[in-house]
C-alpha cells in the first residue's frame, strides 16, 4: 500500500515525469499536493495501469488534490539542455503553477536539481511508494500521451498512437526510412533494431 505522506510538518509536492526515454516529443512532468487523508485502492505508478485506469484516476486526482499542474519541455529544448535537465525544468516549471506553494518536495527517482529554497527528497521508484508520485505519475503519463496522441495523426508513420515516441522496433525501423520528422529529438541516437537482435544472439552464443 502506498504511503500518504513522506514527512508531516510540511505542506508536500510529488513529483514526476514522463517521456524521459522517448525518440520524440516533449517531456511532460506533473506537480501534486493531495490531501494528508488521500487514498485510492488502485493508484500506484502508472506504467503498471492500463490506459483506461489512468484515465479514470486522472479525473479523481484533479478533482481531489488540494493543488496539482503539468508542464512540458519541447523536443528543441531536450536538444539544447540535454533529458536530464530537461526533466528537471519540466518538474520545475510544474511546481510555479501549483495554486498553493509547497514546503517540501518528493521526487520520484535518484537525482534532482533544487527547486528555490525549498528542501526535497529524491525517492527511488516513488511512484510506487507515495500516493502523491503516483498522482503525479498519472498525469504526467496521461498528458504526454494526449500530446502524443495528437501529433500522431500528422505522421502516422511513426506509430506514434501506440508507441508514443518510445523505441519500438517499429519506429526505430520508421527513423530509419523516413528520417527524422520536426517532433524527433535530434541528439537521439536511433539504431537499428536488427543490428540490435544480432548482437543479442551472437552475446548469447559467445561469439561476441
Avoid at 14 to 35: H, Q, S
Avoid at 72 to 92: Q, T
Avoid at 152 to 178: F, M
Wanted: aromatic fraction near 12%; hydrophobic fraction near 40%.
Amino acid at each position: 500500500m502506498l504511503l500518504p505522506y513522506y514527512q508531516e510538518e510540511r505542506i508536500e509536492a510529488g513529483c514526476d515525469e514522463a517521456g524521459r526515454g522517448c525518440l520524440a516529443g516533449p517531456v511532460f512532468a506533473a506537480a501534486v499536493i493531495l490531501p494528508r487523508d488521500f487514498y485510492h485502492e488502485i493508484l500506484t505508478d502508472s506504467k503498471q495501469l492500463k490506459a483506461d485506469e489512468r484515465a479514470e484516476l486522472r479525473v479523481f486526482i484533479e478533482k481531489n488534490a488540494i493543488a496539482w499542474a503539468v508542464a512540458e519541455v519541447d523536443h528543441e529544448e531536450i536538444d539544447r539542455i540535454n533529458i536530464l535537465n530537461a526533466s528537471f525544468l519540466a518538474m520545475h516549471k510544474a511546481l510555479d503553477l501549483l495554486a498553493l506553494r509547497p514546503e517540501y518536495i518528493l521526487v520520484d527517482g535518484n537525482r534532482f536539481k533544487s527547486y528555490r529554497d525549498l528542501p526535497h527528497s529524491c525517492i527511488v521508484k516513488g511512484d510506487g511508494k507515495f500516493f502523491s508520485i503516483a498522482a503525479a505519475s498519472i498525469l504526467a503519463k496521461t498528458y504526454r500521451d494526449d500530446f502524443m496522441q495528437a501529433i500522431s495523426l500528422l505522421h502516422p508513420e511513426y506509430d506514434w498512437c501506440n508507441n508514443k515516441g518510445y523505441p519500438t522496433i517499429k519506429h526505430r525501423n520508421a527513423v530509419l526510412q523516413y528520417g527524422f520528422s520536426p517532433y524527433h529529438r535530434k541528439t537521439f541516437r536511433v539504431t537499428d533494431p536488427q543490428l540490435d537482435l544480432f548482437r543479442t544472439v551472437h552475446a548469447e552464443s559467445g561469439t561476441i
